[in-house]
């Protein structure tokens, strides 16, 4: 039986889960791949450090880029993260080397990836990222392999489960976001710079990459709509839960065939959509095919056991022999198509303004919505003291963003308005 | 560009399905599989029947077994049906002639799995049946590649729409199962025989799949427990709803590593769980690997498109030169595993008694579960006329079956209690 010769750089948690799934699943593993799998050489930051595996019988490397110039190392696992730097130099230089590369650094694969499957490309090495989008959850295998008859015209998901977290916490309790979100630091669920995470920009990465396989489409970070949750009130999750919707960040792909549409912002969801009982620090994608209707995939999105569950599943598959490119058609195939801007997105919106009541407001605001062209679905208010200030809440009915903007913005100048309003699309799932 | 030529025995809504999502997505098939995808002949019943789509092109075969001999014919599609018959016999002689299969024929795997499994490693051929389970959702795929760096200890799921649309119906109308059946008949959703589908046949052909491809073991058909719906009451769906549960038919397969348990029978599922939000005719399947924890997969699970869409994914990665052995490890390899019969299953039970009120009844059934080591979690009465019959209701904690039937029988004795008991397994999900 042959053997796959492998170099993992970076142990952090995915590395030494990777470890421990290789080591763990020996006999398995190589029964599955049709050869052995070998951990041949490792690097990270600190060597010395104690991380629960034993690493003495792999060689080590200060500099993980040498491990492209390796003769023994068939297959390179890149988990150092960030889109630069070592990271896209290791996998450039592997990749030129004919080496295979299995990487979980999704910001790398959002900006980059379109470049990487090129070079994959010319030297016929394979590269694969499934680790890179919701953990666990096989859903890039999902779309490029299992999904591959269909034309997809929309992929949505919950792709990072501090927000999730978050966002369950703050409903099932009330408390605040600043609230939720310093306990979740507390417990580990949320990184002492939470940016990436609450800001969307992780959402966004690991959207960027599968819009480009489902549509075969350039990677088009850059084109994203980026929205986080740092916004949402607890008292707009109860207006929600009243209206019948639950709020979930979700990142958002969608095409036409001639302009794509990619956009992460918190959404209000149907109550009894399957997406919204994604909770808690799940994640799940939801695909929807030209013959295969919805389907809905739901895992661990983070955490070394998922996150490296999809690291050796990579591995595996090279193992086998099995070679498809990144983005599941050769990489001079892939389309550079327009995004459509936000203004012109077209959807359903849930405003939220506080307001001083007194009589003739109510005609102001409607008369605000009718000068823009914008109808009202629904309104909203919980109490009327006179001279009090209240909350009161329209549903829009479907109508161009930029015209509710307009009618916002309008709504926001009236004397009797008070602070910035709200505004949550409304997503029909 | 290479050419896959395509020959498709069977032309019901799968057949017409496939051949709809050929022609449709010509130019992306071939981005996708690197080839072109050609039919080049058809086999079915009747020629001149008119299935609304042009079969003109194609090939003529009144005898589907004659395609296995055609030198221009590269892959098999098998949609005949049947565990024996024609079905097996063109499977057998296309991998035989070095062809590949591509089936979604489940009671043909269910049955002879195994040996198919060694005739194409035999050959040197494919055979890859996706479609087998769960209609449009890529399980096997998920299973056998995205999941392959897992040890997996249990996969369950709802595998038949037909049961779970009569049962999310009478849970929904309350209406009995015999009512929803006659019109789910009138609306095609279910069979004028509808025994394979509600008496459970149906999902245990799939569950054999699911655990041979999980545990690498010899497919086991008759190791299955099988139970149907039948049974199922308004009155438990009520009482299941007062608990905290619904009732879904789940095949269950699970192993300790020495021996394997595989059960198709009506459950209590926890209320929040995700496999009960799977409403409708929507199929699910859940795996639990030891590093990946639990992936759930939902999607339509029949239907032309969607189960098209698995066969063409079947044969877009015969395309790709994708070569897994059927159940993810050579055929050889596949292990035989024994079966723990049901008597020795271990769990918690639903038992719904019709009583007589009259005092001492209690204290009688109390004994019962004592002489048998069952002890009781919860009882639910809801009316308490003396001398009426009344359902008397009791959860038991876990125990092992043939406890809780020993005790059951001995209760179904009291001569307080008429009719035949009801008992629910409740799994704890």
């Given at each position: 039986m042959s053997t796959l010769r492998i170099g993992i750089?970076?142990?952090?948690?995915?590395?030494?889960?990777?470890?421990?799934?290789?080591?763990?699943?020996?006999?398995?593993?190589?029964?599955?791949?049709?050869?052995?799998?070998?951990?041949?050489a490792v690097s990270a930051r600190s060597k010395s450090l104690d991380r629960g595996v034993d690493i003495s019988g792999y060689r080590w490397y200060d500099d993980p880029t040498e491990m492209a110039d390796a003769d023994d190392i068939d297959l390179v696992v890149e988990l150092i993260g960030g889109s630069d730097g070592v990271a896209k130099a290791?996998?450039?230089?592997?990749?030129?080397?004919?080496?295979?590369?299995?990487?979980?650094?999704?910001?790398?694969?959002?900006?980059?990836?379109?470049?990487?499957?090129?070079?994959?490309?010319?030297?016929?090495?394979?590269?694969?990222?499934?680790a890179a989008v919701a953990g666990g959850i096989p859903i890039l295998k999902g779309l490029r392999e299992g999904l591959a008859a269909n034309g997809i015209k929309r992929v949505y998901g919950i792709l990072n489960g501090t927000c999730n977290y978050i966002l369950t916490e703050m409903r099932d309790t009330g408390r605040s976001f600043d609230d939720v979100l310093e306990e979740a630091q507390k417990l580990g669920y949320a990184e002492?710079?939470?940016?990436?995470?609450?800001?969307?920009?992780?959402?966004?990465?690991?959207?960027?990459?599968?819009?480009?396989?489902?549509?075969?489409?350039?990677?088009?970070?850059d084109g994203i709509h980026v929205e986080g949750i740092r916004s949402i009130a607890p008292i707009d999750i109860d207006f929600a839960k009243e209206l019948g919707y639950g709020i979930k960040l979700l990142g958002i792909a969608s095409t036409d065939g001639d302009v794509v549409e990619q956009r992460v912002h918190p959404c209000m969801v149907p109550i009894d959509a399957p997406i919204n009982h994604v909770e808690g620090s799940f994640n799940a994608v939801?695909?929807?095919?030209?013959?295969?209707?919805?389907?809905?995939?739901?895992?661990?999105?983070?955490?070394?056991?998922?996150?490296?569950?999809?690291?050796?599943?990579?591995?595996i598959d090279i193992a086998r022999g099995h070679r498809v490119p990144l983005f599941g058609i050769p990489a001079g195939s892939l389309r550079d198509m327009p995004t459509r801007p936000m203004d012109r997105h077209v959807g359903a919106y849930y405003v939220?303004?506080?307001?001083?009541?007194?009589?003739?407001?109510?005609?102001?605001?409607?008369?605000?919505?009718?000068?823009?062209?914008?109808?009202?679905?629904?309104?909203?208010?919980?109490?009327?003291?006179?001279?009090?200030?209240?909350?009161?809440?329209m549903t829009l009915h479907e109508t161009e963003e930029a015209a509710m903007r307009r009618a916002v913005d309008q709504i926001s100048g009236i004397g009797a308005v008070v602070e910035p309003p709200v505004v949550i699309r409304i997503e029909a799932l």
């Amino acid at each position: 039986m042959s053997t796959l010769r492998i170099g993992i750089a970076g142990l952090g948690t995915v590395g030494v889960g990777t470890v421990q799934v290789i080591e763990t699943h020996k006999a398995l593993l190589s029964a599955r791949a049709g050869c052995a799998l070998e951990i041949v050489a490792v690097s990270a930051r600190s060597k010395s450090l104690d991380r629960g595996v034993d690493i003495s019988g792999y060689r080590w490397y200060d500099d993980p880029t040498e491990m492209a110039d390796a003769d023994d190392i068939d297959l390179v696992v890149e988990l150092i993260g960030g889109s630069d730097g070592v990271a896209k130099a290791l996998a450039e230089k592997s990749l030129q080397a004919g080496k295979h590369v299995v990487t979980a650094n999704k910001a790398l694969i959002a900006h980059h990836g379109s470049d990487l499957a090129e070079q994959a490309q010319a030297s016929g090495a394979a590269i694969y990222c499934e680790a890179a989008v919701a953990g666990g959850i096989p859903i890039l295998k999902g779309l490029r392999e299992g999904l591959a008859a269909n034309g997809i015209k929309r992929v949505y998901g919950i792709l990072n489960g501090t927000c999730n977290y978050i966002l369950t916490e703050m409903r099932d309790t009330g408390r605040s976001f600043d609230d939720v979100l310093e306990e979740a630091q507390k417990l580990g669920y949320a990184e002492a710079d939470p940016t990436f995470d609450v800001d969307g920009i992780d959402t966004a990465h690991k959207l960027a990459i599968l819009s480009a396989l489902s549509f075969g489409t350039k990677i088009d970070f850059d084109g994203i709509h980026v929205e986080g949750i740092r916004s949402i009130a607890p008292i707009d999750i109860d207006f929600a839960k009243e209206l019948g919707y639950g709020i979930k960040l979700l990142g958002i792909a969608s095409t036409d065939g001639d302009v794509v549409e990619q956009r992460v912002h918190p959404c209000m969801v149907p109550i009894d959509a399957p997406i919204n009982h994604v909770e808690g620090s799940f994640n799940a994608v939801v695909a929807e095919g030209d013959f295969v209707d919805t389907v809905i995939n739901e895992g661990r999105g983070a955490g070394g056991g998922p996150t490296a569950s999809a690291v050796v599943a990579d591995i595996i598959d090279i193992a086998r022999g099995h070679r498809v490119p990144l983005f599941g058609i050769p990489a001079g195939s892939l389309r550079d198509m327009p995004t459509r801007p936000m203004d012109r997105h077209v959807g359903a919106y849930y405003v939220r303004f506080n307001v001083v009541d007194k009589s003739g407001v109510f005609a102001d605001i409607a008369g605000a919505l009718t000068d823009n062209d914008v109808s009202m679905e629904s309104v909203l208010q919980r109490s009327r003291d006179p001279g009090q200030i209240v909350p009161v809440v329209m549903t829009l009915h479907e109508t161009e963003e930029a015209a509710m903007r307009r009618a916002v913005d309008q709504i926001s100048g009236i004397g009797a308005v008070v602070e910035p309003p709200v505004v949550i699309r409304i997503e029909a799932l």
